[in-house]
């Protein structure tokens, strides 16, 4: 199961609206509303920001959304902030064993 | 409030074998999944494998099935890592991350142990 494909590196001023993508193939992104997404900051434990494509966690910014087309997962982070700046990772539920598979990773950086 | 709890850091030499452990609190194990995740320095995120508290049922990623073990004991609420020979291109961060049965997302995560195997 190879990793999912997300752009190596993303970047916006302040206030702008950014988005990652996430690609795969029909036996995982586009087989599955099982998406979520993830954030790290250097040195930090990852954080859960959207589950099942589109729903974020409580305590979540809702400036942090999530989408899917086909066998392409996307967040969009609008309102970009100095704060977003982080890796982030998707994830998809897929058929082959350990039945989960993260993209390759995003590097946000805001200008 | 659901916590995974891991030791900060390990120290092995080439050759010894080491188990990492993951401690439960807040939840009821019965349908509860721990994932093992690996983070090599300035690397993205790797699943290691799976595995379902309620009756063990393992699931390995095929890039580390025969290289680890993947285990739980309920009776403390702990899933384990384990290697039995330490190489050391296995140093990294390992972290553990829960999700509810039926579910599709992890979380919470551990805190993360670092193993540095070094002679």
């Known amino acids: 199961q190879s990793a999912l494909t997300q752009p190596a590196s993303v970047s916006g001023s302040p206030g702008q609206s950014i988005t990652i993508s996430c690609t795969g193939t029909?036996?995982?992104?586009?087989?599955?509303?099982?998406v979520s997404w993830y954030q790290q900051h250097p040195g930090k434990v990852p954080k859960l920001l959207i589950y099942?494509?589109?729903n974020r966690p409580s305590g979540v910014s809702n400036r942090f959304s999530g989408s899917k087309s086909g066998n392409t997962a996307s967040l969009t982070i609008s309102g970009l902030q100095a704060e977003d700046e982080a890796d982030y990772y998707c994830?998809?539920?897929?058929?082959?064993?350990?039945?989960?598979?993260f993209g390759t990773g995003t590097k946000v950086t805001v200008l | 409030e659901v916590q995974l709890e891991q030791p900060g850091v390990e120290v092995k030499k080439p050759g010894e074998s080491l188990k990492i452990s993951c401690k439960v609190s807040?939840?009821?194990?019965?349908?509860?999944?721990i994932g093992w995740v690996r983070q090599m320095p300035g690397k993205g995120l790797e699943w290691m494998g799976l595995?379902?508290?309620?009756?063990?049922?393992?699931r390995y990623s095929p890039s580390f099935r025969g290289q680890v073990t993947i285990s739980a004991d309920k009776s403390i609420s702990t899933a384990h890592l384990q290697w039995s020979s330490l190489k050391a291109s296995d140093s990294a961060l390992y972290y553990c991350?829960?999700?509810?049965?039926?579910?599709?997302?992890?979380?919470?995560w551990g805190q993360g142990t670092l193993v540095t195997v070094s002679s």
């Open positions: 991350a829960g999700a509810v049965a039926g579910t599709s997302w992890f979380d919470p």
């Open positions: 807040g939840y009821s194990l019965t349908s509860y999944w």
């Open positions: 595995i379902h508290f309620a009756d063990s049922d393992t």
């Open positions: 029909s036996r995982d992104v586009g087989g599955h509303n099982y």
């Open positions: 099942d494509v589109t």
């Open positions: 994830n998809s539920y897929t058929s082959s064993s350990p039945n989960y598979v």
